[in-house]
């Protein structure tokens, strides 16, 4: 999900101000690696916060902990990049944007999946 959201044209373009200082080729199985030790932290904290989510469904559950998710790890991000750095609001909006759409696909993905 991170190459479509990160490699596609618009966030080549967006994201040009970070050019200076991006690395010039990533390492696959760190990101792999990463990605997985992420997906199972996010796996466990939302079975762990299950019972305490708002909502009568798992799906319902799944969106309120998409949007907690987000607040804290994508909006907070972009909120520090915001006041410490000179990067153009498209870019900002773009990251609030999909990382909106990727919390709610990975909280989606665990409400249906996962059952406490």
Known sequence: MDGLINANPLAQRLY????PIAKTSV???????????YGFALAAIFLLLYPSLPGATGLA???SFALLVWFFRVAMGV??????????????????LTGLAEMLVLSTLYSLTLHP
């Open 61 to 63: 559950k799944g969106v």
């Open 27 to 37: 390492n696959v199985f760190a990101g792999l690696a990463i990605d997985l030790a």
């Open 16 to 19: 040009a101000v970070y050019r």
């Open 79 to 96: 909120a520090g990049q915001w006041m410490m750095f000179n990067v153009p609001l498209e870019a900002l909006a773009y990251t609030l």
